[in-house]
C-alpha cells in the first residue's frame, strides 16, 4: 500500500457512531409565530461515549435530545441510531424502538413507589418480556453501590439513592444509548458528583453510549465531551473538558 493510501484509509479505531442526527431542522408552529428550535444540527455519538449537550436557555437542548431519543418528530433532516432511520418511523414504532434500544433517566427519577429498588431496576426487562442477564444485574448493582438497597422502596432512599436506582434500570438492558436529561438536577452536590461517576464508570467499564442534557459545567466535566448549542445550531465542542473551560465556553456564548 502506498503511503499515500495509508494515510487516507478511515481510522480502524474509530468507532462507526451509534446515533446521528443529519441537518436537523425543528421548527415550532408557522408563520410570524415560527420559532426555529434546531437549525441544521448535524453530530454524531460513537460507542461507549459520554457527551454532555449545553447551551443557554431556550438554545434547544431539550428539543435535539427529543429528536435524537424518537419522543418527537422534526421538521427536516435525519436521525439514525444504528442503521434505523427514526424520522421514517411510525409511533408503534418508535415506542418499540425506544423500550427495546434506549435507556432513560429523568432530573425526577420516575420510579414507581410501590416497587422496590429491585423490582424497578427490571420492570422494563420484564415489560418487554426479556430476559435478564444476571452477571450484568449484579455488576451493575455493584457499580452503582445498591447492594444494600434492593429491597427498599423509593420513599426509604436519598435522593441520591433513587437516581442510581434509576441509573441501573437504564443501564441493565444495555441500550444502544442512554439519555440523561438533567440527571443531576434534584440532587445534592454529593449525590450529583456520585451519579456522574456512575455515568462516567459505566461509558468506560460497560463501553455505554450516554448523551446528557445539563446546565451544570461542573456535571458537563465529567463527560468525555460537551457539544454546545446556540439559537438552535450547534456552535463548538470540547473534549476532555474541565469545568472552567465549560463555562468559559457558556459565557461567551450567553454574551
Ligand atoms: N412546544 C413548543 N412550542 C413552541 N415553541 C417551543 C416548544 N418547545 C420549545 N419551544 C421553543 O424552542 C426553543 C428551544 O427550546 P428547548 O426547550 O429545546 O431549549 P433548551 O435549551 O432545552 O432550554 P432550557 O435550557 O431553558 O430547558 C425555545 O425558543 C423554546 O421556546
Known amino acids: 500500500m502506498s503511503e499515500h493510501a495509508t494515510a487516507i484509509a478511515p481510522d480502524p479505531t474509530a468507532a462507526p457512531p451509534v446515533v446521528s442526527a443529519h441537518q436537523l431542522s425543528k421548527v415550532y ?9 434546531l437549525d ?10 459520554f457527551t454532555a449537550i449545553m447551551g443557554p436557555s431556550g438554545s434547544g437542548k431539550s428539543t435535539l435530545m427529543h429528536a435524537l431519543a424518537g419522543l ?6 435525519t436521525v439514525h441510531l444504528g442503521r434505523t432511520d427514526l424520522t421514517q418511523l411510525k409511533d408503534k414504532q418508535l415506542t418499540l424502538l425506544r423500550r427495546d434500544r434506549i435507556g432513560f433517566i429523568f432530573q425526577s427519577f420516575n420510579l414507581l413507589p410501590m416497587l422496590t429498588a429491585q423490582q424497578n431496576i427490571l420492570l422494563p426487562a420484564q415489560i418487554a418480556k426479556r430476559d435478564t442477564d444476571q452477571a450484568r444485574l449484579d455488576h451493575i448493582i455493584n457499580v452503582v453501590g445498591l447492594q444494600d ?3 427498599h422502596l423509593p420513599s426509604k432512599l436519598s435522593g441520591g439513592q433513587q437516581q442510581r436506582v434509576a441509573v441501573a434500570r437504564a443501564l441493565l438492558g444495555a441500550p444502544e444509548v442512554v439519555y440523561a436529561d438533567e440527571p443531576t438536577g434534584n440532587l445534592d452536590s454529593r ?5 456522574l461517576a456512575f455515568l462516567r464508570d459505566s461509558a468506560r ?17 465529567y463527560a468525555d465531551r460537551v457539544v454546545f448549542l ?19 465556553r457558556l ?5
Do not use: C, W, Y
Not at 40 to 49: M, P, S, W, Y
Not at 191 to 195: D, L, M, P, T
Not at 205 to 221: C, F, G, K, R, Y
Open 29 to 37: 408552529g408557522s408563520g410570524d409565530s415560527a420559532v426555529r428550535a
Open 40 to 49: 441544521n444540527v448535524t453530530v454524531e455519538f460513537t460507542r461507549g461515549a
Open 72 to 77: 418527537d418528530t422534526v421538521t427536516s433532516g
Open 149 to 151: 438497597r434492593l429491597d
Open 191 to 195: 449525590s450529583g458528583a456520585e451519579v
Open 205 to 221: 467499564e460497560l463501553n455505554q453510549t450516554i448523551v446528557m442534557v445539563t446546565h451544570d459545567p461542573v456535571a458537563a466535566s
Open 230 to 248: 446556540r439559537d438552535g445550531r450547534l456552535v463548538d465542542e470540547v473534549h476532555a473538558p474541565s469545568a472552567e473551560a465549560v463555562l468559559d
Open 251 to 255: 459565557v461567551k456564548l450567553e454574551a
